[in-house]
């Protein structure tokens, strides 16, 4: 049915037809029925964001506009772990539900409540899983080059240790994305690890970019 647009302002309330019309507009067009986020991005009028306030999840609007739902791609807890360690970072506070349907995240909330029900029960289990004993840390063949014991990279439950100990503040001028978004917080090594510091928490502090980069050309 081909019919002229009526064009709203693109900041005025949105209708749930509006919104859904647009999926269909945007799945005929593309001649798929399946629409995910990032397609929607690149070819629809509204953000993503609006969709899955009014109708819950992005899953929830496609239902709503007769279109399939899209792969659901399931990932490892350490994964899904990982990324919420990620968002924690750039906020430099405890995301909520909301801030994973942001650019902050990789992963969207839906991912998380098909794993573990609700957004508070995937906190308490990131928690718990942050404050599991590490297994040991992994001697890898790059420590032999270095002479350091453990391998290069922090593993998560290290970098949120690391994190949470400084407050999610970096250590030097105390800039936290919880103050400015602008702020990346880095994991650096106090004794560098190509010098046989090692991949321990005493080892390690919480280091803005600026203050890290800084710190690499002085060396
Ligand atoms: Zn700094």
């Given at each position: 049915m081909n019919k002229f647009q009526y064009s709203p302002p693109k900041n005025a309330p949105k209708s749930s037809e509006e919104l859904i019309e647009d999926l269909q507009l945007v799945a005929k067009k593309l001649n798929t029925?399946?629409?995910t986020q990032k397609l929607y991005t690149e070819h629809?009028?509204?953000?993503?964001s609006t969709f899955i306030n009014r109708f819950g999840t992005w899953n929830k609007s496609l239902l709503k506009a007769g279109l399939q739902l899209s792969n659901i791609v399931s990932y490892s807890d350490e994964k899904l772990f990982e990324n919420i360690l990620n968002v924690w970072q750039k906020k430099g506070a405890q995301p909520t539900r909301r801030d994973m349907?942001?650019?902050?995240?990789?992963?969207?909330?839906g991912a998380y409540n098909r794993r573990f029900s609700s957004w508070t029960s995937t906190i308490k289990e990131f928690i718990a899983y942050a404050n599991s004993k590490e297994i040991s840390a992994i001697k890898n063949e790059a420590s032999q080059v270095s002479g350091?014991?453990?391998?290069?990279d922090p593993s998560l439950r290290l970098r949120f240790h690391v994190l949470k100990r400084d407050n999610?503040?970096?250590?030097?001028?105390?800039?936290?994305p919880a103050k400015d978004q602008k702020v990346v917080l880095h994991i650096d090594h106090i004794k560098p690890w190509s010098k046989g510091?090692?991949?321990?928490i005493s080892n390690l502090q919480t280091l803005c970019q600026n203050c890290n980069l800084g710190k690499s050309n002085i060396e």
């Open positions: 029925r399946k629409i629809g009028k509204f953000n993503c349907n942001t650019t902050m995240s990789e992963i969207s909330s350091s014991k453990t391998s290069r999610f503040s970096c250590v030097q001028c105390g800039a936290s510091g090692e991949t321990e």
